[in-house]
């Protein structure tokens, strides 16, 4: 059997004692090693076996990604097996010369085996302890295979609905995407204690997972919404928007960031020196790794800027970029870098200091292998209730004509539609090790809940069938969208309307006049304005993941209030792309009540279809006034305003509402959004109950880089606005005054 950890420490290896600080152990490792085997440190290569690859193991190498390939998102494996991980520990701990174990490295985007929804679903919660108890989870179970490292969160901020790695984002709000992201962090890696001392959470034995923040930085600004494509932004739209949730990371304590594979007007992230090695290491003081992209370090050829493999790694190095993914770039050519000169020596061991002493912070030096005591096994009771919390949390109401929630005693359903059998469409992309079969299904929810006689299910392959099952039926719970292969890495579409044939369908389902709930399952925002205008009640329920039927029955039997909220804006048509809560002021402002007369086409209104923050609930809240408790805050110090509102359920059913705070300077070095989120609560509030929800609005809420990237806050009036969504709120003015 496998021992979980070393047993002894040799003693021409002082680097192997415990007992030493992280950066002494450091140190006295970079000082033993050639540049050969720097090089292979630097390296990481795909799914290690170790037969094939004992040679490599005992040279050195880094560390590993097991994945099916450059689009692991896209394309199942054969999965994790653990006793191949220890086999290659073995070789590379006992079998090299220094004995310094591999990194092995797994997408664990939003799940394991329990699989949760797609994060862009997770942000649709709002809810910031939820994603790290579901990043726990994940954290748990991958790393009983051994994994000891994840390539999440996401937080490229998009407005581009067309890309297909929304899915993975967290939304387009930086404040939002920051805040879930840092939470992620917390729960892939520990706590922030834990990661100051320099060790892993211990999960039964075996540590949790290391985190990435990725794509640094502006990949959702990609050309067209084309995956690779390249990026045209200044580096002062990076700073107010794109920058600011990797920063929340790395202020959480990630331990990696991933760079992007597109340029940024012109310069390819792989080599882009100014935000990798002086803004991200330097100005920010991150410390720990930087890698690359699968083969991005090898794409600077096709990229143009690099005539070969060979100059390719000259330049990530000189970036900033310390760990190669899967291109050999390092491995063949460091060494040769190094002695021609055109690497300094003292670059690439500032690059091994960063890999190895995130080695010794996931605690791989003392716990290289799995714990045979502990298996990976299909999700039990308490994995299925959070992922079910989870997906129903998710949901987003965007239409209700009080069809919902349905009541037992409605008469006969029909529930239609292509995903109410096949659980695998449900998990959502980047799901490598969640298993289709353990998933629950709408058809299988439903059939819990309702007798056999109150109900009827319609797969979606004869619309005639399915017609003749409207009638029959009191209502059609009719379930449409995207399959999980629409969405993710290199599944990028240049329209935005549901997949052929669908919308044709739910016509002539309403053309019948029974009552009709749609429920939407996308991995990004779709044109639903004629959704919405055919059902009584349209419900976004992205991919769901393990529990989808489960979350389902639960959200449309009001078993659980819909609480989601819209973390991307839905534009009417592709033709409003780029579209969100990023709209700064122009010379000639619209006035939305007259949007009709002054509006920007002259065949469409300019507003979106459903705004950031959107979503109803199953009953009524009443905002009242919105009062500050002064009217005046100084630029300086530690001062606050108390921004408060009364909240109240006027309905007769329990609800959660999410209260969110929005500001605006009104005039600033630099044009500023219309509106931004800067904060927002979630309260539960039951029939008749009232709340003050209170908001500390400080002066850094207002802050932003100028014109010369200088970091400011301006006296001056601002705006305070508070509101269910982006669209629809109070406002309070203030005055920022100089002094503290």
């Not at 999960?203 to 794509?215: D, E, F, I, M």
């Not at 989601?564 to 009540?593: A, K, Q, Y």
Request: hydrophobic share 40%; with cysteine; aromatic share 6%.
């Amino acid at each position: 059997m496998t021992p979980t950890r070393r047993t002894a420490t040799a003693p021409d290896r002082p680097w192997l004692d415990p007992a030493l600080d992280v950066e002494r152990r450091v140190d006295l490792l970079v000082d033993a090693m050639t540049t050969e085997e720097k090089a292979a440190q630097l390296t990481q290569v795909d799914n290690l076996e170790p037969g094939r690859d004992a040679d490599l193991l005992r040279r050195g190498v880094g560390s590993s990604l097991y994945a099916s390939g450059a689009t692991a998102g896209n394309v199942r494996d054969g999965g994790v097996l653990a006793s191949a991980v220890d086999e290659c520990q073995r070789l590379a701990v006992e079998g090299s010369r220094l004995g310094v174990p591999v990194l092995f490295g797994r997408d664990v985007i939003h799940g394991h085996r329990t699989v949760a929804p797609i994060p862009l679903g997770l942000a649709a919660t709002f809810d910031v302890d939820l994603l790290r108890r579901v990043s726990a989870l994940a954290a748990r179970e991958a790393s009983t295979e051994g994994v000891a490292w994840t390539f999440a969160p996401m937080m490229d901020i998009s407005e581009e609905p067309r890309w297909g790695r929304v899915a993975e984002s967290l939304g387009e709000s930086p404040v939002l995407a920051g805040r879930l992201a840092a939470a992620m962090v917390e729960g892939f890696q520990g706590t922030a204690r834990e990661r100051r001392d320099g060790a892993r959470e211990q999960q039964g034995g075996r540590p949790t997972l290391g985190a990435t923040a990725k794509h640094y930085v502006g990949y959702g600004l990609v050309q067209g919404g084309r995956d690779y494509d390249t990026v045209t932004v200044g580096e002062n739209t990076l700073r107010n928007l794109h920058l600011r949730p990797f920063r929340d990371a790395v202020d959480a304590g990630v331990m990696a960031v991933m760079a992007a594979f597109n340029d940024v007007d012109g310069v390819p992230m792989h080599a882009h020196r100014h935000l990798l090695r002086d803004v991200l290491k330097g100005e920010w003081g991150f410390d720990g790794v930087v890698v690359a992209d699968w083969n991005g370090i090898g794409q600077l050829v096709n990229q143009g800027v690099a005539a070969d493999l060979r100059d390719a790694a000259r330049q990530a190095l000189l970036a900033g970029v310390d760990l190669d993914m899967c291109s050999g770039a390092y491995l063949d050519h460091l060494p040769d870098l190094v002695e021609d000169g055109e690497v300094p020596l003292d670059l690439v061991d500032d690059a091994v200091r960063r890999v190895l002493r995130m080695k010794l912070r996931l605690g791989l030096f003392e716990s290289p292998y799995t714990d045979p005591s502990r298996t990976l096994a299909a999700p039990g009771p308490q994995e299925r209730a959070l992922a079910r919390e989870a997906a129903a949390r998710s949901m987003v109401l965007v239409k209700n004509d009080g069809l919902l929630p349905l009541h037992a005693n409605i008469g006969k359903i029909h529930l239609a539609g292509p995903f109410v059998h096949d659980g695998d469409a449900l998990l959502g992309t980047w799901v490598l090790d969640g298993r289709g079969e353990e998933v629950v299904t709408p058809a299988q929810a439903f059939a819990e809940r309702l007798a056999a006689e109150d109900l009827v299910v319609s797969d979606g392959r004869f619309s005639d069938v399915a017609m003749s099952m409207v009638r029959e039926a009191e209502v059609t719970v009719a379930v449409v969208g995207e399959h999980r292969s629409r969405s993710g890495e290199d599944r990028c579409i240049s329209t935005l309307e549901l997949p052929a044939g669908q919308l044709e369908v739910l016509e002539e389902m309403a053309g019948l006049g029974k009552p009709l709930v749609v429920v939407v399952h996308t991995g990004r925002p779709l044109e639903l304005g004629r959704v919405l205008e055919l059902a009584d009640a349209v419900l976004v329920a992205w991919h769901p993941g393990t529990e989808a039927g489960h979350a389902l029955t639960d959200v449309v039997f009001g078993d659980v209030s819909p609480s989601g909220r819209l973390p991307m804006t839905f534009p009417r048509t592709v033709g409003h792309i780029p579209s969100s809560s990023h709209e700064r002021p122009t010379g000639r402002p619209i006035d939305r009540d007259r949007d009709r007369q002054l509006g920007r086409y002259l065949n469409s209104l300019v507003f979106p279809e459903l705004t950031f923050g959107y979503g109803l609930t199953y009953t009524h809240m009443e905002y009242g006034d919105l009062e500050a408790s002064r009217t005046t805050l100084p630029v300086k110090g530690n001062g606050s305003v108390s921004v408060s509102v009364e909240v109240t359920n006027t309905g007769v059913r329990a609800g959660r509402e999410v209260v969110q705070l929005y500001v605006r300077d009104l005039v600033a070095d630099v044009t500023r959004p219309l509106v931004e989120l800067a904060d927002w609560r979630v309260v539960d509030l039951e029939p008749g109950e009232s709340t003050k929800v209170v908001f500390k609005v400080t002066p850094r809420m207002f802050g932003y880089h100028d014109r010369e990237l200088r970091w400011r806050v301006d006296p001056g009036e601002v705006d305070v606005m508070v509101g269910p969504n982006a669209a629809y709120f109070s406002r309070v003015r203030l005055t920022l005054v100089d002094g503290k």
